[in-house]
C-alpha cells in the first residue's frame, strides 16, 4: 500500500516537459516574427523558458556538459556586456536596451542548451514553426510592398521620393520596402527586408529529403515556402540583395551536397580552409588601407590609390570597412578608449563622438563599431567555437539528415547573409540603429547554434553513462 500510494505521489515530469517544450516553440515564433524587435519582451519570455527548462530538466543535467558549454558562454556574455557599456550603446542604444543585451544572450544561449535536454522537442517541428513565421511575415512585407510602391519597385521608382512630415527620404524608394515592425509598417531598407525571405528560402532544403509521395501534405508545405521565398527575394532585388542570394544559394547547395554525402565533410573542410585564408588576406588589406593616420603604410595605400581598379576596389566598394577598422586605432579612439570597446570613453565629454561610421552592412566589420576590438575578438572567438560545434553536430548527431541539414543551412545562411547584407540602420525616416544583436532573428540562431554545440556532450556523455551503468540509453533523454 506504501508503495503505491508513493507511485500516485510522483510528478509526472514528462507532461510539464512537454508543455515547455510547447511554449519554446511559440517564444521561437514570436522572437522570428520580430515583433517590435523589443528585447524587453524577449528578455522576459527567455528568462521564464529558461526557470522552465531548468525545472524539467534539472535532474539529467551532466555538469562535465554544461563545463564543456560554459566555455562557449563566457565569450558571448562578456560581448554583451562590453557592447552594452561601449559609447556607441551609451550615445546611440537606450538604457533598457543596454542592460537587456548581456540578459538576453545569456537566456537564450542557456536555452539553447537546456532544451537539448527535452526529449519532446522535434527538429523537425521547430523548422515547421521558424519557416510558417517567416512566411507569415514575408508575405505581410510583399503585399504591403506591393500596395504602396507597385510591382518590381526596384526598377520602376529609382527617381522616386517619399516625404514624411515634410522630410524627403534619404534614398529613393528603389532602395526601400515596407516591413512589419511590431505592429507597424515602416519603411526599411532593402537589406533589412531581404533578411526574411532569405531566412524562409532554406526551407528549400526540404524538397530534397521529403518524400512527395510519402508525406505530400508536408512536400507541398515547403514548396509554398520556397516559392514564397523566391517571389519576396526577387520584388527585392537589389544590388546587394543579389550579391547576398548568390552567396546564401551557394551555401544552401554545399550544405544539401554534403548532407547528400556527394561532397565529403574533408572536402568542405578544405573550402571552408581555402574560403577563410583568401578572406584574411583580404582583411588584412583592408586593415592597413584604413590606417591612413599611420605613414609607414602610405605607401601601400598610394599603390591603391594610383591604380583606378583597386581604388575603386578598396576606397569606394570596401571604404565603409576600412573606416570601421581604422576608428578603432586612430589616435582620438585610443584617447578616448574606443579600442577597449569604448568602454572608457565619456560621451559627455564627445557629444559628437559616434560619427564613427554608418554601420558597414557587414556584421563582422559592425562589430568593430558595437564593441570595439575587445567586443570583436570576443564575438569572433564564440563564433570560431560555435562553428566547431557545428561541424561536430553535423559529424556526430544522430538526428535525420534532414533536421541537420535545416539546422546548419539555417545557420550558415544567416551569418552568410548578414555578412553582406546586415543593416544596422533599417529605418528610412528614423535614426534609431538596431545592430543585429539586438534583434529576435539574431536571438534564434543563438538558440540553435547553442543547441548544436551541446548536442555531443550531452547525448554522448549521457550514453556512454548509462552504457556503464548497464541502462538502455535514450538519445532523447
Not at 528578455?43 to 530538466?57: E, K
Not at 544590388?239 to 552567396?247: A, D, G, N, R, T
Not at 598610394?302 to 570596401?318: C, G, Q
Not at 576600412?322 to 577597449?340: E, P, Q, V, Y
Amino acid at each position: 500500500m506504501r508503495e503505491a500510494s508513493k507511485d500516485k505521489k510522483k510528478i509526472n515530469w514528462g507532461v510539464y516537459a512537454y508543455g515547455v517544450a510547447f511554449l519554446f516553440l511559440e517564444v521561437i515564433a514570436f522572437l522570428t516574427f520580430s515583433l517590435g524587435n523589443s528585447i524587453i519582451a524577449d528578455v522576459i519570455m527567455g528568462g521564464v523558458i529558461v526557470i522552465l527548462l531548468i525545472i524539467v530538466s534539472f535532474r539529467k543535467i551532466h555538469f562535465d556538459s554544461f563545463y564543456s558549454f560554459a566555455f562557449l558562454l563566457f565569450p558571448l556574455v562578456l560581448f554583451g556586456i562590453i557592447s552594452a557599456i561601449s559609447i556607441f550603446a551609451k550615445n546611440e542604444m537606450s538604457m533598457t536596451m543596454n542592460v537587456c543585451l548581456p540578459i538576453a544572450l545569456t537566456a537564450f544561449a542557456l536555452i539553447g542548451y537546456l532544451i537539448s535536454f527535452n526529449k519532446y522537442l522535434k527538429l523537425s517541428t521547430l523548422f515547421t514553426v521558424i519557416f510558417s513565421t517567416l512566411a507569415i511575415l514575408t508575405l505581410i512585407n510583399f503585399i504591403a510592398t506591393l500596395i504602396q510602391f507597385g510591382p518590381l519597385h526596384v526598377i520602376t521608382c529609382k527617381n522616386w521620393f517619399i516625404y514624411y512630415a515634410g522630410e524627403k527620404s534619404s534614398v529613393a524608394v528603389s532602395e526601400m520596402a515596407y516591413s512589419l515592425m511590431g505592429f507597424k509598417l515602416r519603411e526599411v531598407t532593402l537589406q533589412y527586408a531581404a533578411l526574411y525571405p532569405t531566412l524562409l528560402l532554406c526551407s528549400a532544403i526540404g524538397l530534397f529529403f521529403i518524400s512527395p509521395k510519402k508525406n505530400t501534405k508536408l512536400f507541398v508545405l515547403y514548396c509554398l515556402f520556397t516559392l514564397l521565398a523566391i517571389i519576396g527575394l526577387v520584388f527585392l532585388a537589389g544590388k546587394m540583395v543579389i550579391i547576398s542570394s548568390l552567396l546564401v544559394l551557394i551555401m544552401l547547395t554545399l550544405v544539401v551536397l554534403t548532407s547528400k554525402k556527394i561532397i565529403s565533410l574533408k572536402a568542405i573542410k578544405w573550402v571552408i580552409g581555402i574560403g577563410v585564408a583568401l578572406f584574411a588576406v583580404l582583411f588584412i588589406l583592408i586593415f592597413i588601407n584604413g590606417q591612413w593616420q599611420w605613414s609607414f603604410t602610405s605607401g601601400f595605400r598610394n599603390a591603391i590609390s594610383n591604380n583606378s581598379f583597386t581604388d575603386k576596389i578598396f576606397n569606394s566598394y570596401l571604404g565603409d570597412y576600412s573606416s570601421a577598422t581604422h576608428n578603432i586605432f586612430s589616435n582620438d579612439s585610443l584617447n578616448n578608449g574606443h579600442m577597449f570597446g569604448h568602454a572608457f570613453g565619456d560621451p559627455r565629454e564627445y557629444p559628437n563622438y559616434f560619427v564613427l561610421s554608418d554601420f558597414t552592412n557587414s556584421w563582422f566589420f559592425d562589430l568593430f563599431v558595437v564593441g570595439g576590438l575587445f567586443g570583436f575578438v570576443l564575438f569572433i572567438l564564440f563564433f570560431i567555437l560555435g562553428m566547431k560545434g557545428l561541424f561536430n553536430f553535423a559529424k556526430n548527431s544522430n538526428e535525420t539528415t534532414s533536421n541537420k541539414a535545416f539546422l546548419i543551412g539555417f545557420i550558415l545562411v544567416y551569418f552568410t547573409y548578414t555578412f553582406v547584407a546586415s543593416s544596422g540602420s533599417p529605418y528610412i525616416f528614423f535614426s534609431d540603429h538596431l545592430p543585429m544583436y539586438y534583434t529576435g532573428p539574431f536571438f534564434v540562431v543563438i538558440v540553435l547554434l547553442c543547441y548544436a554545440y551541446c548536442y555531443k556532450n550531452v547525448f554522448i556523455n549521457i550514453n556512454k553513462n548509462n552504457e556503464n551503468k548497464g541502462e538502455i540509453a535514450d538519445e532523447n533523454a
